[in-house]
């Protein structure tokens, strides 16, 4: 018990520990607002703060704020082009603890506050990384933003309805369209992270007159999101997602369809929609240059894995002159994807861009180049780009040992946030021109947070690593070890931790978890096999059809490599993975139970061989290597699709002839295989095939060595009498219900 409080105690010191989430210059560019996050735990809430910086001429702080300014009921909030507006879209309780939202314009001193739940045009705003958006027009008369589709009332058949109230001439008042008998019917949302987003619609407010309109124009399966004012003011642009025939899910996959579509919402040519982007397509980040002349965005094709390269791409604008054309055409690639690597112009390795978006504000004053984030390898780094000549220059912040993510740019000043394992984020600023000068000169304008010795201390190696004797095309992966100094002869446990995705990648960048587990005394690795983001579209794709085979061997070499060169006590080894992180995990436990000897699992998906049947991730469809076992799935008789008469033979041989037909298909198939090991043999069923597992696994018992049941129907005796299953009334009780109620009413009267 006192190590559990000691542990709680650490815990709680890392999360005093902030997080740098975004930054913001002002028009002049000598103030960076910040956006900054803290883990909250009495209230169970991430709170979320501005801290603003003064910068001088040389790009020095001369004057910061005395305290953050809580921001934790802003969902959204931009500045209009010439900074003499705010909108914000904030969410509140009223004193009836009900959720309400408000779209808040603010003007110096001044503050106008509109209840969007009370103008009950559409639901709540969708404030999120995927749909999320909130921007000004160009002439700063009205701010644009996607919130979900109103639905009409839905009402039970049974609930009597309001008489219709008559107007003053006569007519019938019309309320709001009730739907009846439909308050139950499912609708498909997102998913993770995007629970309740069913269908989303684009809302325009004009601030100058309060009034709202709901765009109109797009077809009726498309989800809109990302959408921003286009130059000329007349248009908004955004991205179109697919909703049919199924929301798979957005938060970690970049391959769902979906187009950049321009919409006119005003003018002669109002809810005429145009397709920007070439058909099976995904695309995010739409983005328009200073001077309007181009716009930008990320692409990839809409099948493959979940997660893989982005082209970043551009298209003239306007593209809306003469007849409707295919504008699609005109799309140009500046970035195109990278099959193992090529080298920027200063001379180092890049390997694609894997950012899920670009920064907000990413284009130089001229407009000519642009800004850029992505993971590469082993950490995050940022990139200019030329967009005639498509030529990169790698402007990480070489001063600081660790990842650069920019946050913004304007007139040519640069904002980055810089962190490493041992190094919650500091914030960085640079002019361009320096940024990309082989002597950089960034500037720390925030402090570098104090946090506990032991950490500051502790040692972080970027692993390069490789199979030496594969045969395979790719054969090189990465990790990266983190662990405390230790004394002469002092060995460590050690935790080895792959990434979830299974497309995805770990970087060096500070980490709460992997900081608890430093001050507790492990060693920890993370590990970013052979399928991980970051290292080139060949290394991502290698791992389709392969899952449960290499990066069950990159984790182990890992773990070997880790036991050879740092002072890791081999007795001591653990696992620790979430999502398909705890897929691995779970797997290297069974294949190496002498290697590891705890495994912890969060979220895990271990159960692949259901999921290759229902699961749209082709890395799992495809993979039926399953830890190296074959697999024998038997239809025993009594299984639909081989006639009634089949269908009907089970009845009343309930463990009999679907015990038999397994185990018959069982030595047939090792008859048939030679490769099958008749020493291992493993038994496993959900339901009523958990029902037959355990009989043969108890009629059978030297046979097989182990069985994995899933919510199994294993006491047929109590079952018998409730369940309206032939074939369970009949095997309890052969002569049938009116034998069951005989012999309960002979009991009751013998009692």
Known sequence: MPQVKEIIATYKALAKIPNIVGARLNNASDKIMSKWTIRDLDKGIISKYHYEYTLDSELKTIAESNFGSDVSNELLSTTSPSGRYKAIIREEKDNKDVKKQYLEIWEAYTKQSIDLKALDIHGDVYADGEFGCLDWSPDETAVVYVAERKLPKMESYIKRQPAKAKNCDGSTSTDTEVRVGEEYIYRQDWGEQLIGKHLSVIVICNVVDQSFKVLEGLPESWCPGQVCFAPEGDYVVGVGWETEPRRLGLLFAT????????????????????????????????????????????????????????????????????DRGDESKNVSIIVDLID?????????????IYGPALPQRCFSEDGKRLLFWTPQRTEVRSYVVNLDSGKL?????????????????KNDI??????????????????????????????????????????????????????????????????????PQVQEDQKLPLIVWPHGGPQSSLNNIYNLDAALFNLCGFAI???????SIGSGEAAVNFLLGRIGDTDIKDCYLTTQKCIE???????????????????????LSGVYPDTYKAVVTRNPVPDVATMSNTTDIPDWNKSVILLGFASL?????????????????????????????????????????ARIDRDRYVLYGGSYGGAVVAHLAGKRPATFKAMVLRNPLIDLATKGPAADNPEFISQSCPDGPSGVHRRLDGGLRRA
């Open 414 to 483: 640069v904002v980055a946030s810089c962190s490493n394992m041992t190094t919650p984020a500091v914030l960085y600023v640079t002019t361009l021109a320096e940024a990309c000068n082989t002597n950089q000169n960034w500037r720390q304008i925030s402090p570098i947070l104090d946090v506990p010795e032991q950490l500051a201390k502790s040692k972080v190696n970027l692993m390069e690593l490789a199979h030496d004797n594969d045969e395979d095309e790719i054969k090189s992966f990465t990790a990266i070890y983190l662990a």
């Open 565 to 587: 060169q740092y002072p890791i006590d081999r007795d001591r080894v653990g696992l620790f993975g979430g999502s398909h992180g705890g897929f691995l995990v779970t797997g």
């Open 393 to 409: 220059t790698d402007i990480t912040n070489e001063s600081f040992d660790g990842s650069t993510t920019i946050l913004d740019i």
């Open 633 to 673: 799935r038997v239809n025993y008789r009594g299984s639909i699709g081989q006639g009634e008469r089949c269908a009907y033979s089970l009845v009343g041989r309930m463990g009999d002839y679907d015990v038999e037909d397994c185990a018959l298909a069982i030595r047939r198939a090792s008859e048939a295989d």
């Open 340 to 352: 193992t690597k090529v080298l920027t112009e200063d001379g180092k390795d890049f390997y694609g």
């Open 255 to 322: 391959n769902r369809p979906s187009f950049i579509f321009s919409l006119a919402y005003t003018g002669p040519k109002a809810n005429e929609m145009r397709k920007l982007s070439k058909p099976e397509m995904a695309v995010r980040s739409p983005r328009f240059s200073p001077n309007g002349d181009k716009l930008v965005w990320l692409q990839r094709k809409a099948t493959g894995p979940h997660y893989s390269g982005l082209e970043l791409v551009s298209v003239p604008w306007p593209p809306h002159g003469g």
């Open 525 to 531: 690795v993370q590990v970013n096999y052979r399928g």
